[in-house]
C-alpha cells in the first residue's frame, strides 16, 4: 500500500527541512536520528554511510518512520510511516552532494571520512499524518 504525501506539504522538501528518522534495533526498540531527505516524486530519499546504526538497521528492517518538521513554523510537520523499498550505492556520492548544497549551501558534503561509503535509502510512503 502506497499513500501519496499530500501537495500542501511538499514544500518541506524543497527547503532545509530536517527529518527525524526512526528505525528498529535488532532487539525491537527505537532509534532516531536526524536526517537530510529529499523527495523524487515518489519515495523519501536518505542518505547515509555503510556501516552505521541506521544502515544496519534499515537493512534488517526496513519499516521506518519520519518526521519533517517545517523549520519556519515547528507546529507544521508531515509524519510518514514507510517502507525501505530501495538501497543503492548508486549516484550516493551526487546526492549527498546535492544535500549539502540544500542544507549548507556548500558544493561538497565537508564531513566525508576517506574510507566513507555512502547510500541512499529509498522509502515508500505508506501511511501519513501531519499538522498545521
Known amino acids: ?7 500542501k506539504y511538499l514544500d518541506l522538501f ?4 530536517f527529518a527525524s528518522l ?11 536520528t536526524p536526517v537530510w531527505c529529499d523527495f523524487d516524486g515518489e519515495h523519501v530519499i536518505v542518505n547515509s554511510a555503510r556501516g552505521r546504526v541506521k544502515d544496519r538497521n534499515m ?11 517545517d523549520p519556519k513554523n515547528p507546529y507544521r510537520y ?9 538501497i543503492t ?12 548544497k540544500k ?18 535509502y529509498k522509502i515508500t510512503p505508506e501511511r501519513f499524518s ?3
Open 103 to 120: 542544507y549548507m549551501n556548500v558544493e561538497t558534503y565537508p564531513y566525508r571520512s576517506p574510507d566513507e561509503v555512502r547510500v541512499i
Open 130 to 132: 501531519s499538522m498545521g
Open 89 to 100: 550505492e548508486k549516484g550516493a556520492d551526487e546526492h549527498i552532494n546535492k544535500m549539502a
Open 59 to 69: 537493512r534488517n528492517n526496513p519499516h521506518v518512520a519520519l518526521s519533517v518538521m
Open 1 to 7: 500500500m502506497t499513500a501519496k504525501i499530500p501537495e
Open 78 to 86: 508531515l509524519e510518514i510511516r514507510g517502507k525501505v523499498t530501495e
Open 22 to 32: 526512526a528505525t528498529l534495533m535488532p532487539d525491537g526498540s527505537p532509534q532516531v
Open 14 to 17: 524543497s527547503q532545509p527541512a
